[in-house]
Nanobody, 121 residues
């Protein structure tokens, strides 16, 4: 069974940085497309960033220039480097795996449990 576990969330002040990690088990390989999503209370889940097996990336307009998605295939680990954090970035962040590069959550079939990110002003 595919398993994804997020870590690295926490509470930070606006303007600071945070790095999220998502560890996959042996059922995840480099052919999967990986992505980060987030969901704030009362809002729909939105795509933040995605990366395919060849390193092609896609970002939501709200995080371009501030967030960077990357992957270490040898470690089966996905990362999200977040800089210049804003209060509106506050949300539960989830990693997910798919067979196509997309920021649409309906395209993803495997999900982690999430890690909370809270940004104070």
């Amino acid at each position: 069974q595919v398993q994804l576990v997020e870590s690295g969330g926490g509470s930070v002040q606006a303007g600071r940085s945070l790095r999220l990690s998502c560890a996959g088990n042996g059922y995840i390989d480099s052919r999967y497309c990986m992505a980060w999503f987030r969901q704030a209370p009362g809002k729909e889940r939105e795509g933040v960033a995605a990366i395919n097996s060849g390193g092609r990336t896609s970002y939501a307009d709200s995080v371009k220039g501030r967030f960077t998605i990357s992957r270490d295939n040898a470690k089966n680990t996905l990362y999200l480097q977040m800089t210049s954090l804003k209060p509106e970035d506050t949300a539960m962040y989830y990693c997910a795996a798919s067979f196509i590069l997309s920021l649409n959550p309906s395209r993803y079939v495997h999900w982690g449990q999430g890690t909370q990110v809270t940004v104070s002003s």
